[in-house]
C-alpha cells in the first residue's frame, strides 16, 4: 500500500490542483450566471473571506519561528480549504481539522472560536508538525503563496495557492507549446 501511495502521490497532485482550478471557475461561473435581482446587486453578497481558497501547505514554524517541516513537493499532499465565509478544511495526512477563522480586519486574522475540531485516526510513517492555527493572528496573501503569522510577527506556516499555481502551470506549457 505504501508503494501504491508513492506512485500516486504526484498523479494525485496534479489532479487536486488542476481540479481545483476547475471546480472554484465552476463555481464562481454559476454564481455570476444567476439572473435572481439579489445576485445582480454585488451588495447583496458579502466578499468572500481574505483567506478563501484551497491550499497546499508549503512549511510550519515553530513557537520561535525557525522552519520545523519544509514540504510542499511530498507525496501525500497538505492541504487546507478556506471558504468565502472563513470556514476551515484542512487535510494532513490521514486526519482532518476543522475550524473558521474570524472576519478579517486589514490583515489581521484569527480562529473564531479560538479551536480546531479534529478526526483522531492512527497515522503510520512519518508526517509533518500540525500547523498551530490557534497561534495565528495576521497573514500575508501574495500572487501565489500565503504565509500566515502569530501576534509576536513570527512565522506560523506557509501555503501555495493551488488555483494560482495551476493558472501559472498552464501558462507556463501554453508557452512552452508556442499557443
Not at 6 to 21: E, F, I, K, S, Y
Request: aromatic share 8%; glycine share 10%; with cysteine.
Amino acid at each position: 500500500m505504501i508503494f501504491w501511495l508513492h506512485t500516486t502521490g504526484m498523479r494525485w497532485l496534479a489532479a487536486a490542483v488542476v481540479g481545483g482550478a476547475l471546480g472554484l471557475s465552476t463555481i464562481a461561473g454559476a454564481e455570476s450566471d444567476s439572473a435572481s435581482p439579489a445576485s445582480a446587486d454585488p451588495s447583496s453578497h458579502p466578499a468572500p473571506h481574505a483567506l478563501a481558497g484551497q491550499w497546499w501547505l508549503k512549511s510550519v514554524f515553530d513557537e520561535a519561528g525557525a522552519a520545523i517541516w519544509l514540504g510542499g513537493g511530498q507525496d501525500e499532499p497538505i492541504t487546507m480549504t478556506v471558504k468565502a465565509d472563513g470556514d476551515i478544511h484542512t487535510l494532513a495526512a490521514c486526519n482532518s481539522y476543522f475550524g473558521s477563522f474570524g472576519a478579517a480586519t486589514g490583515l489581521n486574522v484569527a480562529l473564531d472560536p479560538p479551536l480546531m475540531m479534529t478526526t483522531r485516526i492512527m497515522c503510520w510513517g512519518d508526517y509533518p508538525p500540525v500547523v498551530r492555527f490557534e497561534r495565528i493572528a495576521r497573514f500575508d496573501r501574495g500572487p501565489v503563496e500565503l504565509t500566515l503569522f502569530d501576534a509576536d510577527d513570527r512565522r506560523v506556516a506557509t501555503y501555495i495557492d493551488m488555483t494560482a499555481m495551476a493558472e501559472a502551470l498552464t501558462l507556463a506549457r501554453d508557452r512552452e507549446r508556442g499557443e
